[in-house]
């Protein structure tokens, strides 16, 4: 199976801050990942798709990077809508596989 | 509007079955795979099973395998997981997801359903 890493596990940031989320795979998975967004109680969203594709509908605020086994996902600005939990996931292989999520919290 | 509800969760003893649906709106869900994916309490999201299109292609975590059968009905636009011998680890929120595009992301996502395993 694909191991997915993510880091932070958590972080503490203020509004308008530049926020980075890395993702690390055990092995290349080309652009085949995803990152979601998770707030409590709700279901996971798809905020970034191949890498560095925005899903419809999500601000331009998220930017995602990366290939092989390297990735980042980026929020430009956080605004206040954005602390939740962040996932990547890789879809290249099944099992398809998850980050342990970062948590991004108001400092 | 594009949806997916999900519906059976519960309370059931181990070593009991409880079967889930997911029942699909406002898409072509015969077009698609489908995911279950669950997330246990305070935990993260894990992959659980899939299906293809039409139904003739399987694949589960090493994890439920034996114990969980996913099917579909297109005809009723619904998605089922059979879960049987159900143990106390596999407490936790099912969510359904399909998958549309060509990058395999879990891009709709159902509101899931809470099962719960214990006695």
Same mark, same amino acid.
């Given at each position: 199976d694909i191991q997915m890493t993510q880091s932070p596990s958590s972080l503490s940031a203020s509004v308008g801050d530049r926020v980075t989320i890395t993702c690390r795979a055990s092995? =290349? !998975?080309? @652009?085949?990942l995803n990152w979601y967004q998770q707030k409590p109680g709700k279901a996971p969203k798809l905020l !970034?798709?191949?890498?560095?594709s925005l899903q419809s509908?999500?601000? =331009?605020r998220f930017s995602g990077g990366g290939s092989g086994t390297d990735f980042t996902l980026t929020i430009s600005s956080l605004q206040p809508e954005d602390f939740a939990t962040y996932y990547c996931q890789q @879809?290249? /292989? /099944?099992p398809r596989t998850f980050g342990q999520g970062t948590k991004v919290e108001i400092k | 509007e594009v949806q997916l509800v999900e519906s059976g969760g519960g309370l059931v003893q181990p070593g009991g079955s409880l079967r889930l649906s997911c029942a699909a709106s406002g898409?072509?869900?015969?077009s698609y795979w489908m995911h279950w994916v669950r997330q246990a309490p305070g935990k993260g999201l894990v992959w659980v099973s899939r299906i293809n299109s039409d139904g003739t292609g399987t694949n589960y975590a090493d994890s439920v395998k034996g114990r969980f059968t996913i099917s579909r009905d297109n005809a009723k636009n619904t998605l089922y997981l059979q879960m049987n011998?159900?143990?106390?680890?596999?407490t936790a929120v099912y969510y359904c997801a399909s998958v549309t595009g060509e990058w395999r992301a879990f891009d709709i996502w159902g509101q899931g359903t809470m099962v719960s395993v214990s006695s």
């Amino acid at each position: 199976d694909i191991q997915m890493t993510q880091s932070p596990s958590s972080l503490s940031a203020s509004v308008g801050d530049r926020v980075t989320i890395t993702c690390r795979a055990s092995q =290349s !998975i080309n @652009s085949y990942l995803n990152w979601y967004q998770q707030k409590p109680g709700k279901a996971p969203k798809l905020l !970034i798709y191949a890498a560095s594709s925005l899903q419809s509908g999500v601000p =331009s605020r998220f930017s995602g990077g990366g290939s092989g086994t390297d990735f980042t996902l980026t929020i430009s600005s956080l605004q206040p809508e954005d602390f939740a939990t962040y996932y990547c996931q890789q @879809s290249y /292989t /099944t099992p398809r596989t998850f980050g342990q999520g970062t948590k991004v919290e108001i400092k | 509007e594009v949806q997916l509800v999900e519906s059976g969760g519960g309370l059931v003893q181990p070593g009991g079955s409880l079967r889930l649906s997911c029942a699909a709106s406002g898409f072509t869900f015969s077009s698609y795979w489908m995911h279950w994916v669950r997330q246990a309490p305070g935990k993260g999201l894990v992959w659980v099973s899939r299906i293809n299109s039409d139904g003739t292609g399987t694949n589960y975590a090493d994890s439920v395998k034996g114990r969980f059968t996913i099917s579909r009905d297109n005809a009723k636009n619904t998605l089922y997981l059979q879960m049987n011998s159900l143990r106390a680890e596999d407490t936790a929120v099912y969510y359904c997801a399909s998958v549309t595009g060509e990058w395999r992301a879990f891009d709709i996502w159902g509101q899931g359903t809470m099962v719960s395993v214990s006695s």
